[in-house]
Nanobody, 131 residues
Framework: QVQLVESGGGLVQPGGSLRLSCATS????????VAWFRQAPGAEREGVSG????????YYSNSVKGRFTISRDSAENAVYLQMDNLKPGDAAGYYC????????????????????????WGQGTLVTVSS
């Protein structure tokens, strides 16, 4: 059962910005660490960013560091991924996932644990970067 819903994807020109949202009405997202992944056609899934459920720690892959910002909004029960200075290489399906343990979420982001180590996934939102 899909419990996370992503939104905010679309078509943007190189250098542009998008803000992706990951939200749920099924549970309190603040109790979970949340991560964003992306997968382009023919490519492996890549861990992009994550935010902890305890001290606000964040993780960014080297490919997005300095351009993407992850944040929480407890009132909206959502996590956002602000994506600036988008490049054609950022085009992909973007997926959010949640897990109860930040260390496990980071391990999945880094590729050290399988996807099923996380508790729930969304169905994704598509980002296209093209002029």
């Amino acid at each position: 059962q899909v419990q996370l819903v992503e939104s905010g994807g679309g078509l943007v020109q190189p250098g542009g910005s998008l803000r992706l949202s990951c939200a749920t009405s099924k549970f309190t997202l603040g109790y979970y660490a949340v991560a964003w992944f992306r997968q382009a056609p023919g490519a492996e899934r890549e861990g992009v960013s994550g935010i902890s459920n305890s001290d606000g720690s964040t993780y960014y892959s080297n490919s997005v560091k300095g351009r993407f910002t992850i944040s929480r909004d407890s009132a909206e029960n959502a996590v956002y991924l602000q994506m600036d200075n988008l490049k054609p290489g950022d085009a992909a399906g973007y997926y959010c996932a949640a897990g109860r343990f930040w260390s496990r979420v980071v391990a999945v982001l880094r590729g050290g644990l399988a996807d099923n180590a996380l508790d729930t996934w969304g169905q994704g939102t598509l980002v296209t970067v093209s002029s």
